[in-house]
């Protein structure tokens, strides 16, 4: 494509994706327990891991799909703002970040550099300016724009050429999503939200009007400042004097939720061209965040692609599992289970129907590459007696002892127990009266995430989200 008057457009194939990752970092903190990652020198890294694993996930999304080669990921770089001048009680119902979260905010930054990604902010705006910016300009350029986020706030900039992916919903937002949401188009969201404001952001908006009945009255005036030329004329009395009374409120509202797409930025969407990131600085960032898991599928990946040599560490399977042949050790177990809040449970058993599954034992884990198999009917018996091949059965622990220690642990309502199509293990333990809750399922979680896109199976999901291939029952 020829370069348009004025406007330097490019090749009308360009599709830049922006990140909105002052989200991301709070979707991750809040969905991973605080005590599930802590490196060794105390530093809480839970947001910084789940940061990483959406970043690897929407990487391979998008080379799946071939549809970006421009990337960048966008962060609010403080709550002090323009907007406070318009308005100092601007987010002010707003609590400060948790204390381990803190530390998380420029490890986070430095994660997204370690992909080979570019991590933009400004003092005195916000992201979602940024992102307005970047998309205006984007388009100019010849753009298409994805804005990955579900922020409402972001709504107002869908257009012909930008649409927004909510990565938690796997949606796309385009116009038809805007109306279901706001009863209006884009180009009338700050309209809407100027009347109905926003408590989780403390704009005041218009007591009394919500979103329905601010898109009835944008439908029937056209624009904010034309209803409050004519709100004398309205019927309802409430409606009509509390938008009399509070029309400064609703001009300040619309300043406040009206995003700036003309922030002086100085890196032009061009540098956004997606690259591959260094193996060296990434692998080094992962392991110094001592994230074994991702280091593993990540090096895994790279020695795949030929990017580096293969090495026996590169297996997310590899790891330090502990056969658990004796109570104190379980109970010991059990314990850092307590302490934790979490454990990843499974039985082993002899069927796979389990109103007839007799338990053989049960694993449990308490972070990546660390586990433990507790056998408790293996053979029929304990103790080194001979089976029919003449081999010595394990030393285990017995059946009923080692259901005594766990049914606390099973039952304790601040320990999640996390299994993957635990529905089988809850039936096979409650013949044992051995309840479990709360738990979480990730074969559930699997099919809520990505119902149709693929199977949810314990195998399948191993070689998709971790690249590791499970060692089959029958090879065992």
């Known amino acids: 494509m020829n370069d348009d008057a004025g406007t330097g457009a490019i090749a009308a194939s360009k599709h830049l994706y922006l990140i909105d990752g002052s989200g991301y970092i709070f979707r991750a903190f809040h969905a991973i327990p605080i005590s599930a990652f802590v490196r060794s020198d105390g530093i809480h890294t839970n947001a910084v891991n789940g940061f990483c694993n959406m970043i690897i996930k929407l990487l391979e999304d998008i080379a799946e799909d071939g549809e970006a080669d421009?990337?960048?990921?966008?962060?609010?770089?403080?709550?002090?703002?323009?907007?406070?001048?318009?308005?100092?009680?601007?987010?002010?119902?707003?609590?400060?970040?948790?204390?381990?979260?803190?530390?998380?905010?420029?490890?986070?930054?430095?994660?997204?550099?370690?992909?080979?990604?570019?991590?933009?902010?400004?003092?005195?705006?916000?992201?979602?300016?940024?992102?307005a910016t970047y998309a205006r300009e984007a388009t100019q350029k010849g753009f298409e724009v994805t804005v990955v986020s579900s922020d409402k706030d972001l709504m107002q900039l869908v257009g012909e050429h930008v649409t927004m992916h909510d990565p938690m919903k796997d949606r796309r937002i385009g116009r038809a999503e805007v109306i279901e949401k706001f009863?209006?188009?884009?180009?009338?969201?700050?309209?809407?939200?100027?009347?109905?404001?926003?408590?989780?952001?403390?704009?005041?908006g218009v007591p009394g009007i919500g979103v329905k009945t601010a898109a009835l009255l944008i439908h029937e005036y056209g624009d904010l400042e034309s209803l409050l030329a004519r709100a004398g004329e309205i019927k309802q009395p409430k409606r009509r004097e509390s938008l009399i009374e509070h029309a400064d409120l609703a001009r300040i509202s619309k300043e406040l939720v009206t995003l700036k797409d003309d922030v002086p930025i100085d890196i032009r969407v061009e540098e956004f061209a997606l690259a591959d990131p260094d193996p060296e600085t990434l692998l080094g960032f992962l392991r110094a965040q001592e994230f074994r898991t991702i280091t593993a599928r990540v090096q895994a990946k790279f020695a795949a692609s030929g990017v580096i040599e293969a090495s026996a560490d590169a297996a997310p399977g590899k790891g330090e599992y502990e056969l658990v042949q004796s109570l104190p050790v379980l109970q010991d177990w059990i314990e850092r289970a307590e302490h934790i809040g979490f454990v990843a449970f499974?039985?082993?058993?002899?069927?796979?129907?389990?109103?007839?599954?007799?338990?053989?034992?049960?694993?449990?884990?308490?972070?990546?590459?660390?586990?433990?198999?507790?056998?408790?009917?293996?053979?029929?018996?304990?103790?080194?007696?001979?089976?029919?091949?003449?081999?010595?059965?394990?030393?285990?622990?017995?059946?009923?002892?080692?259901?005594?220690?766990?049914?606390?642990?099973?039952?304790?309502?601040?320990?999640?127990?996390?299994?993957?199509?635990?529905?089988?293990?809850?039936?096979?333990?409650?013949?044992?009266?051995?309840?479990?809750?709360?738990?979480?399922?990730?074969?559930?979680?699997?099919?809520?995430?990505?119902?149709?896109?693929?199977?949810?199976?314990?195998?399948?999901?191993?070689?998709?989200?971790?690249?590791?291939?499970?060692?089959?029952?029958?090879?065992?």
């Not at 703002?81 to 420029?106: D, M, S, V």
């Not at 550099?113 to 933009?120: C, D, K, N, Q, T």
């Not at 507790?374 to 010595?392: D, I």
């Not at 220690?405 to 309502?413: F, S």
């Open 346 to 476: 499974d039985t082993e058993t002899t069927s796979l129907d389990a109103m007839r599954a007799e338990l053989v034992g049960f694993s449990l884990s308490l972070e990546p590459g660390r586990g433990c198999y507790v056998p408790v009917g293996h053979g029929g018996a304990a103790g080194g007696e001979l089976n029919l091949e003449g081999e010595a059965r394990p030393e285990q622990i017995a059946l009923d002892e080692a259901l005594a220690a766990l049914r606390p642990l099973l039952v304790h309502p601040g320990v999640l127990k996390i299994g993957h199509n635990i529905k089988y293990d809850i039936a096979v333990l409650a013949r044992y009266d051995a309840p479990i809750t709360p738990v979480d399922d990730t074969m559930v979680l699997s099919f809520v995430l990505d119902a149709g896109r693929h199977g949810h199976g314990l195998d399948e999901l191993a070689e998709h989200h971790l690249g590791h291939t499970n060692i089959k029952f029958s090879e065992v």
């Open 70 to 131: 421009h990337l960048a990921v966008i962060f609010d770089a403080s709550s002090d703002t323009f907007r406070k001048e318009i308005y100092p009680e601007y987010k002010a119902n707003r609590e400060e970040p948790p204390e381990e979260l803190r530390p998380q905010f420029g490890l986070i930054r430095e994660a997204t550099r370690a992909f080979g990604l570019p991590s933009i902010e400004m003092d005195g705006y916000e992201a979602d300016d940024l992102i």
């Open 183 to 204: 009863g209006v188009g884009p180009e009338k969201v700050i309209e809407v939200q100027a009347l109905a404001g926003d408590s989780s952001d403390n704009v005041p």
